[in-house]
């Protein structure tokens, strides 16, 4: 079964530091992968994902994510933070082709903190 | 463009109580349908997910249960509730054809 491992539980960056988080999956099909961000009392909102073509993924609010399927790994990086990045993030994973009833495994989250 | 629904967006409720939480999708069909749970510091647990109308599938066992009356709308019950059942409860969907879920407001859930 897939697995994903966000190796940080928190990280904090001063701001305009870049920042990188760090995610692992556990599979070795080829797979989907996500980026999602949760800012306080809020829900998840889709930062990036990766589904097939350039390693190298962009999203919103400057964030952006490569994918390197030999390390299994897929962090997020931002080249400058600001204080409204301070929020939880959340690593997810899913086999390729997705079936109708296959489930996107999400990470344990990323608590991002970003310091004056 | 769709959106999704979820309410109410804070309940205070005592043990021993019932619970419904209710959440609507617009905007498209035959979506596919999540509740989660997040509780501080564990992480996003997945409770149901639903592929149609009628269809419920459990991932974990619990106090809770989930019904989909009709095709956007999709409901997260409990007879009796638990303290262990306060969390931060989100409904998501997904598109048959697309790969990312999307996410409802939340409802934070506190039982006394």
């Known amino acids: 079964a897939q697995s994903v491992t966000q190796l940080d539980s928190q990280v904090p960056v001063f701001e305009e530091a870049p920042v990188e988080l760090r995610c692992n999956y556990s599979s070795s099909v080829s797979v989907y992968l996500f980026w999602y961000v949760q800012y306080p009392n809020q829900g998840l909102q889709l930062l990036l994902k990766?589904?097939?073509?350039?390693?190298l993924v962009k999203g919103i609010n400057g964030f952006e994510a490569e994918f390197n399927k030999s390390q299994t790994s897929f962090h997020l990086r931002k080249p400058s933070v600001h204080i409204s990045d301070t929020a939880e993030y959340f690593c997810a994973v899913s086999d390729e082709p997705m079936n109708r009833d296959d489930k996107i495994i999400f990470g344990k989250g990323t608590r991002l903190h970003i310091l004056p | 463009s769709q959106t999704i629904h979820q309410w109410p967006a804070t309940l205070v409720q005592p043990v021993g109580s019932p619970l419904s939480l209710e959440c609507t999708v617009e905007g498209t069909s035959n979506p596919n349908l999540y509740w989660y749970r997040q509780a501080a510091g564990r992480g996003l647990q997945l409770l149901f997910y639903s592929v149609g109308i009628g269809q419920i599938s459990s991932e974990v066992p619990q106090n809770l249960s989930a019904s989909r009356p009709q095709d956007r709308q999709f409901i997260l019950s409990s007879k009796k509730l638990l303290l262990s059942d306060s969390g931060f409860y989100l409904c998501?969907?997904?598109?048959?054809?697309?790969?990312?879920?999307?996410f409802g407001p939340g409802t934070r859930l506190t039982v006394t």
């Open positions: 998501a969907w997904r598109h048959r054809t697309t790969y990312e879920q999307y």
């Open positions: 990766y589904l097939s073509g350039s390693t």
